[in-house]
C-alpha cells in the first residue's frame, strides 16, 4: 500500500489520508500537522476514504493535532472505512474527533 497526502490551509486546514498510515508515513502526517498549525485553524478536515489502515502512531498525531492546534480546534473524519472507525472507537479517541460522512 501507498500513502500520500493532498494538503491545503485556510481557517479550515483539510488532508487527504490515502492508503496506510503506519509509524513509517506518520511521521509525514505529523509534518504537515506542523506547517498547518502556524495558520492556527479552527478545523481540521481529514479525508479518509481511500485509508485502508491507521497505527497508534496515526492516532497519537491526532492527538498531537489537538494539542499543537488547540483543544478548540475541531476534527472531522470524513468518510472512514469500518476499519478505522473501530480502530477510532477502541482508543476512545471518537469523542475527540468528529466522524462524518461528508464535510461541506
Not at 501507498?2 to 509525514?28: N, Q
Not at 496515526?58 to 475541531?74: D, E, P, T, W, Y
Amino acid at each position: 500500500m501507498s500513502f500520500s497526502i493532498l494538503a491545503e490551509t485556510k481557517k479550515i486546514a483539510k488532508i487527504t489520508l490515502m492508503g496506510e498510515v503506519d509509524s513509517l508515513s506518520a511521521r509525514e502526517f505529523q509534518k504537515e500537522i506542523e506547517k498547518m498549525a502556524a495558520e492556527s485553524p479552527d478545523e481540521l478536515v481529514l479525508f479518509v476514504e481511500n485509508l485502508t489502515f491507521i497505527s497508534s502512531a496515526g492516532l497519537r498525531v491526532l492527538i498531537f493535532a489537538k494539542q499543537k492546534m488547540g483543544s478548540n480546534l475541531a476534527i472531522y473524519i470524513v468518510n472512514p472505512q469500518e476499519s478505522i472507525v473501530e480502530t477510532i472507537e477502541k482508543t476512545g479517541l471518537q469523542h475527540s474527533v468528529n466522524i462524518v460522512d461528508q464535510y461541506l
